[in-house]
Structure formats: C-alpha cells, structure tokens
C-alpha cells in the first residue's frame, strides 16, 4: 500500500529549551523566536508544559498564532490526571479551555496521557483509564504506559473497544519497561522517542514510585541525571523504519516524537529519522 505525502509527521516533545541555542537555534535567539523558527524545519509539535501547569488559553493562542496554517499541535495531558490520578471538573474545564485556541485555529490533533512506571495494569488502573475516557469524550486520545504489565494480549482490542490509541515507545531495554511494540488501536498511529540512556533511567527515582516520576526533568543544562539524554546513531533509529512503514499503511496519520531533549538532541535525531525514512521511501 501506498503511503500519502504527508501520512508521517516528525516532531519534537516540547521546543522551548535555552540549551538547545547553539545545537539548534542560532546563537542569541531569544525564547520568543523559538517556536516560529521551530517551524521552519517541522509541522508539529508535542505540548509538554501543559503537564507541569495548565496554561491560560493566551498561551496557546500565542502558539497557534506563531505557526503556519498547515502546523499541528499535540498536547500532553496535566500530570492531576496521569500521575495524581485525580478527578476533577473545574481542572477538566480549565484545561479544555486552554484547548480551544489551538482548535479555533485547526491545529489541534488530540491528547497524549502519559503514565508513570508506577502505574500498573490491574482493576484500579483501568478504570481511571475509563473515568478519563468519558471525562474527555470529544478529543483524541492516545495513552502511553511506562509499566511491563500493560502489555497483556488483549490491550489492543480493549483500547480499540475505548476509542483510545496506543501510544508506542523506544526506551531503554530495562526489565519492567515496555518493549518496541507498535499497536494501531485507533486510525492514528503515535511514537515517541526517549533514547536509550539505560545508565541513568533509573537515576533518583525509585522505580515504584509515582510521584517520582512526577517531578520536572533537568532540561537546560547537561546534568547526568537526565534519563533523556541520549544521541541516537542512524542504527537505533533504523530498527523503527519497518514499524514505521507497518503503521503508516494502515493509519491515516502517523506522529513520531523525539523526546531526547538534552541539548538539542531531539531536534537533530528527529532529522535523522526523516532522512532515513525518505531513503527508504518510506516517507515522502
């Protein structure tokens, strides 16, 4: 099967990093440049400081106002609702809000949930899953799991059941930690890229905990606690061309994120996949 000009869409999981002047953006760029600069080189990108605090819905129109027509914006769910596990509806409607910029303007495609290692598949964990489906009925979810447990034969088809889309990781090969496995549970397929820092995944937080894996990641210097800090070879990203391609002729749109973020890192490895894919004709 064919695959559409325009089927495969590279990104980064956030842009706004000081320690990416240099990397990426040229020297002396101010923070306000960065995101129309950004855009420049790609048409979407992942909306992580929506975890950390849900912004005013200026923030978003500012962004949606910065980037061209055709530019897509996928945004990450506030931590109350993946890490808390907390039910609240005036959290509900303040992040809906700042939602509705980026739909006025077309280019919102859909949330991302992503859980932490300590949440694990048992009763308790699918029905927050459920609760969290309803709550946000209308947009397009994916969820992305950090525990082994989930992968039980029958996720696909109960996320499928749900209208929820699997969302397929590259980590580290750590015990407990999910494989390469690439579902298609609805008819967008969503990647993310965190590098293989295997030394210091695990650096500080204690595996089982949840709120550990709640707190705010180095991302402006170089510290080597940075479970994200990670260069992939064209070697590492090559092992994903074949996935790519699978998901790619069955989805109607497919998203590769790149989540390695230290000094620019992300920007550059997302380039990599994108000439890699265009080698192998794979993207076009």
């Given at each position: 099967?064919?695959?559409?000009?325009?089927?495969i869409?590279?990104?980064?999981?956030?842009y706004?990093?000081?320690?990416?002047?240099?990397?990426?953006?040229?020297?002396?760029?101010?923070?306000?440049?960065?995101?129309?600069?950004y855009?420049?080189?790609?048409?979407?990108?992942?909306?992580?400081?929506?975890?950390?605090?849900?912004?005013?819905?200026?923030?978003l129109?500012?962004?949606?106002?910065?980037?061209?027509?055709?530019?897509?914006?996928?945004?990450?769910?506030?931590?109350?609702m993946?890490?808390d596990?907390?039910?609240?509806?005036?959290?509900?409607?303040?992040?809906?809000?700042?939602?509705?910029?980026?739909?006025?303007?077309?280019?919102?495609?859909?949330?991302?949930?992503q859980?932490?290692y300590?949440?694990?598949?048992?009763?308790r964990?699918?029905?927050?899953?459920?609760?969290?489906?309803?709550?946000?009925?209308?947009?397009?979810?994916?969820?992305?799991?950090?525990?082994?447990?989930?992968?039980?034969?029958?996720?696909?088809?109960?996320?499928?059941?749900?209208?929820?889309g699997?969302?397929a990781?590259?980590e580290?090969?750590?015990?407990g930690?999910?494989?390469?496995?690439?579902?298609l549970?609805?008819?967008?397929?969503?990647?993310?890229?965190?590098?293989r820092?295997?030394?210091?995944w695990?650096?500080?937080?204690?595996?089982?905990?949840?709120?550990?894996?709640?707190?705010?990641?180095?991302?402006?210097?170089g510290?080597?606690?940075?479970?994200?800090?990670?260069?992939?070879?064209?070697?590492?990203l090559?092992?994903?061309?074949?996935?790519?391609?699978?998901?790619?002729?069955?989805?109607?749109?497919?998203?590769?994120?790149?989540?390695?973020?230290?000094?620019?890192?992300?920007?550059?490895?997302?380039?990599?996949?994108?000439?890699?894919?265009?080698?192998?004709?794979?993207?076009?």
């Open positions: 099967m064919t695959i559409a000009p325009g089927a869409r590279i990104g980064t999981s956030g706004s990093f000081p320690d990416w002047v240099g990397p990426f953006y040229p020297t002396g760029m101010r923070s306000g440049e960065f995101l129309g600069y855009a420049q080189h790609f048409d979407c990108v992942e909306v992580n400081a929506t975890y950390y605090r849900i912004p005013p819905p200026s923030t129109s500012s962004m949606a106002a910065r980037t061209p027509g055709e530019f897509e914006f996928l945004v990450k769910a506030h931590r109350s993946t890490h596990l907390t039910d609240d509806a005036a959290t509900d409607a303040a992040f809906l809000a700042c939602l509705q910029p980026l739909k006025d303007a077309g280019k919102y495609r859909g949330l991302l949930a859980f932490p300590g949440f694990k598949r048992d009763e964990s699918k029905a927050h899953l459920e609760r969290l489906r309803e709550r946000f009925d209308h947009e397009p979810l994916w969820v992305e799991f950090r525990h082994a447990s989930w992968m039980h034969p029958r996720l696909p088809e109960w996320l499928r059941e749900r209208r929820i699997y969302c990781v590259d580290p090969a750590l015990p930690l999910l494989p390469p496995v690439a579902h549970t609805t008819d967008v397929a969503y990647v993310r890229f965190h590098g820092n295997a030394r210091n695990w650096a500080g937080s204690p595996r089982a905990g949840v709120a550990a894996a709640t707190a705010p990641r180095a991302r402006t210097g510290g080597q606690g940075d479970r994200y800090d990670h260069e992939y070879s064209a070697a590492e090559t092992e994903w061309l074949e996935r790519i391609r699978a998901l790619a002729t069955q989805a109607k749109q497919t998203y590769l994120f790149f989540n390695n973020c230290h000094a620019g890192q992300a920007a550059r490895s997302a380039k990599l996949m994108e000439e890699l894919l265009r080698r192998e004709r794979i993207m076009v």
